[in-house]
C-alpha cells in the first residue's frame, strides 16, 4: 500500500510540473513551407484565436509559360489555429460580381469591418473593358460566402492598364484605406502602388488618391505590385513584391512612409526578400501578428528544385519579421527548423 501511495504522489507531481511548465521540454518548432500544396498570393487574416488564409485559386499563369486549366472556383481558403498546420476551406467567394468573369479571379484580400461584417477585394476579368479590375464582397464571417452585389469594380484605372492586387489596411485611428498596382505591364506603362481612403463599411472609395512608389530601381524590372502596408511602433512601412514573378527574380522590398499618404521612400536599392534556401522566387507578402505580438512575414515561392508535379506550383512559406532600429529584418527564407509561433 505504501509504495503504491509514493507512486500516486510521483505521478501527481510530475503531471503537476508538465501543467506548470515544470521540465525541459523543447519549443515547438516549424519547417517550410508551412503550406506544400498550390496556394499563391496568400493573405492570412487573424480573427481572435484563429488565422484564416485567402489564396488564388486559378493556376492561369504558370512558371514555364504553359497555360494550364483553371481549377473551379474563386478564392481558396485555409484555417489555422497556430499558423503552421493549415486546414483546407471552402471557396470564400462561389460567385463573382457581374461585370467580372467567373474562375479568372486572384490577390483576394479580407478586412473585418465589424464584429460581423467582412469584405473581401479580389482582383476580376471585367467583361465590359477587358481589362483587370478590383472588386468587392460583403460577408458575415470570414469563412464567407461572399457575395459581391455591384455592377462594377470598386476601382479601375483605364488610362493604366487596369488596377490589381489590393490591400485594406487599417490604421490606429480605426480609418479604412485601399491600397491596390495599377496593371502598367500589360501595356508599357509604368506601375505604381496607389492608396485611397474606404468608406466606414469598406465597400467605397472616398477622398483623394495618391501614388505612393513606382517602378525606379534597377531590381524591380519594370514592376512593383502586391502593396502591404503596415505600421510598426508608430511608423508606416510599405512592402511590396516586384520583377517577374515566374521567375526566381522576383523579390520582396520595402519603402518607409510619412505617412498613409506619404511621401514614401526606399531605403535601399536591394530586396529584403530574394530566393535563397528552397524558395524560389518570394513574393506577395503578407504580415500578420500572432498572440504573443511577433510579426510573421507569410508569402508564397515556388520550390527550387521541385518535383515534376511540383514545377508550377507555387507554396506558402513563413519566416519571422523583427524590427531592428525602425527597420524591418527578416532573415530568409529559411529552410532550416525555426521556432513555431
Not at 18 to 33: I, S, Y
Amino acid at each position: 500500500m505504501r509504495r503504491a501511495v509514493v507512486a500516486l504522489l510521483l505521478v501527481a507531481i510530475l503531471v503537476g510540473l508538465a501543467a506548470c511548465g515544470g521540465g525541459d521540454a523543447e519549443p515547438q518548432t516549424f519547417r517550410n513551407p508551412v503550406y506544400r500544396k498550390n496556394f499563391r498570393d496568400p493573405f492570412v487574416l487573424r480573427v481572435g484565436d484563429t488565422y484564416y488564409a485567402y489564396g488564388t485559386k486559378d493556376a492561369q499563369s504558370t512558371r514555364s509559360g504553359i497555360t494550364r486549366a483553371v481549377v473551379p472556383g474563386n478564392v481558396q481558403t485555409l484555417t489555422s489555429s497556430d499558423l503552421v498546420t493549415w486546414k483546407t476551406g471552402k471557396d470564400a467567394l462561389p460567385d463573382v460580381g457581374k461585370w467580372a468573369y467567373d474562375a479568372k479571379t486572384w490577390a483576394p484580400e479580407v478586412a473585418q469591418v465589424d464584429q460581423d461584417r467582412f469584405v473581401l477585394y479580389y482582383t476580376g476579368l471585367s467583361k465590359s473593358l477587358g481589362l483587370q479590375c478590383v472588386g468587392r464582397a460583403v460577408a458575415e464571417s470570414p469563412e464567407g460566402p461572399f457575395v459581391d452585389r455591384w455592377a462594377a469594380p470598386i476601382v479601375c484605372q483605364q488610362d493604366g492598364g487596369g488596377s490589381i492586387d489590393p490591400n485594406a489596411f487599417r490604421d490606429d485611428d480605426g480609418k479604412l484605406y485601399l491600397l491596390w498596382k495599377n496593371d502598367g505591364n500589360c501595356c508599357a506603362k509604368d506601375t505604381e502602388i496607389w492608396v485611397q481612403r474606404l468608406s466606414a463599411d469598406g465597400t467605397r472609395l472616398v477622398g483623394r488618391r495618391v501614388s505612393l512608389i513606382k517602378n525606379d530601381q534597377g531590381w524591380e524590372a519594370g514592376v512593383v505590385e502586391a502593396p502591404t502596408m503596415w505600421r510598426q511602433d508608430g511608423r508606416v512601412y510599405l512592402f511590396y513584391s516586384a520583377a517577374d514573378f515566374a521567375s526566381d527574380l522576383y523579390a520582396i522590398g520595402y519603402a518607409r512612409c510619412r505617412g498613409v499618404f506619404g511621401p514614401c521612400r526606399k531605403p535601399r536599392k536591394t530586396p529584403l526578400v530574394t530566393s535563397r534556401c528552397e524558395a524560389s522566387g518570394p513574393g506577395h507578402q503578407t504580415i500578420v501578428r500572432d498572440g504573443d505580438e511577433r510579426t510573421w512575414l507569410v508569402y508564397h515561392a515556388y520550390y527550387a528544385h521541385p518535383k515534376p508535379r511540383q514545377i508550377d506550383e507555387t507554396v506558402v512559406w513563413m519566416d519571422r519579421l523583427d524590427w531592428v532600429k525602425r527597420k524591418p529584418v527578416l532573415h530568409g527564407p529559411t529552410c532550416r527548423r525555426q521556432r513555431a509561433p
